[in-house]
């Protein structure tokens, strides 16, 4: 075992930087492995007919992908054209650059006379964006409420966070209210309501009729309620989110904000018994003086028969098709053929093929241990907690947006660490090293330690940076006496993703805590936030 470790070890510590031809990639599964891969070909270039070909393997086509794309797909280079062209620029240009150019979040911040001569110039060929710049241009709630329900909506969710603020938090009145609230589009003007600083616009919401919203309306327009101190209605709202809601996660939050409205202790119980694990079910855990149950620290038996390199990512791919696409005549088959490939290596590979969401077990793995000795325990439990949200210890990982390995860093991060440490001739690939990760996520942890004091934040600094955390969150009036924070805190941090994040990675925190032997309690490593 000693030998297979220290081979891997070196080996390791030599990645190469691989670039694959057009042809091997189009022999590739489907994945954002894949689409880090073409994305890296296009950027050393390619035959137009090759990219044209490779478009149709993209699983997804984020931003980045699409500009590399750019020089080989007529369609997006005019799109990339117009929205190059600076706004006096489409001065007499066809209807469908102008749209492309000007999108109504640009058009708040231009000339208003300018934006009426474009508005006046496409008046025959796109009356409705004819009208739309002109309504933006009159800086005016009450030229918007004139409009009809679905263009109002239209405007007031794609202007932007300012304009809103400035010229459309004036509350609606009820009529208009009870038509918005039946179109698909409210569900989105709700959420930049509630989660934007539009206080008239807020207490306009505070008794509408909910039930055609979905499930985060509901939530959201609850919270609303809350923020206003109107417990009675915000009960009435989590009562019809509960009827709308699919996921058990979002039973949770139904259940927990409903406990700490009335504090009926029945539903304590009822969140033990979900099938997640997260800030809602550990704070009904904790009440109960539990801990969940569900949950496995390690696979167990171990082999020595590791099924493929983990450094190279579509070799994982294959692994994970050949398994899908194999008939297994049990799950107990199936399980048992897959332990045989359980190594310390490819034990976080395994777990997430053994992991199903119906058994309700919940692995809190510790790979790759050997590459964090030294290392305090409080920094082993947040580094764990990170990984385990950012990609389930797999070293090969990559996300839609190109963060890669373990650690989900992004490139121009990593390159940042490694010039600092003086690592020559660095490249991405290098990421895909578990050693390499853990590395630069202590070095990483150093920086954001040294100006965040709190698992949390430094959370939501790893997923959205520092900048970000600093600017929306710490600066603002977040963990400063809302009702019920900082609970009610968490569910307002603007950025989604990192909103989600955080409260994942502070869950993690709180189980890793445990295994670690640090009685950590929710509620106490809450508190420090206020």
Known sequence: MIKILLFLTIYISFLDAKVFSANELKKMPKSYIKDYYIYKLLQKGVKKDDAKELLLEVKRLSPKLYKEFVPYIDKFKRKAYCQSLKPTQLLGRFSDCVKLGLSLYRATTIDKKLLYKISNEIKMEDPKLSIEYQVIAKNSFDYLIKLPPKLILELFNLVGDRYRKDNYDKPFDKQLLAKLVKLKAFNTTVKKIVRGDLKNLQRSLLSINSNDLNFNSNFLLALNA??????????????????????????????FWQYLLDKDKTLLTKLTNSKEIDIYTLYAYEKLGKFPKNIRYKLEPKSQNTPFDITKPFEWVKFKDMIKRAKFSSKEQRTKYLLKYNTPWSEPHIARLLYNYHDNIHYYLRPYSWYLNGISTKRKILIYSLARQESNFVPTEVSSSYALGLMQFMPFVAKGIAKQQGIKDFHN??????????????????????????????????????????????????????????????????????????????????????????????????????
């Open 226 to 255: 809350i923020r206003y101190d109107r417990f009675k209605e915000a009960l009435k709202f989590l009562k019809i989110a509960k009827t709308k809601a699919k996921y058990n996660s979002q039973m949770d939050k139904v259940l």
């Open 429 to 530: 690939e290098m990421l895909f090293s578990p050693k390499l990760a853990y590395k630069f996520a202590n070095i990483h942890l150093d920086y954001l330690e040294s100006n965040l004091h709190h698992p949390l934040y430094i959370a939501y600094a790893y997923n959205g940076g520092i900048g970000f955390t600093k600017r929306k969150i710490l600066q603002k009036d977040f963990f400063k006496g809302y009702n019920f924070d900082p609970f009610f805190s968490m569910e307002m941090i603007p950025n989604s993703q990192a909103r989600e994040y955080g409260k994942r990675v502070l869950a993690n925190y709180i189980i890793y805590s445990k295994l670690f032997g640090r009685d950590i309690k929710l509620t106490h490593i809450l508190e420090k936030l206020r």
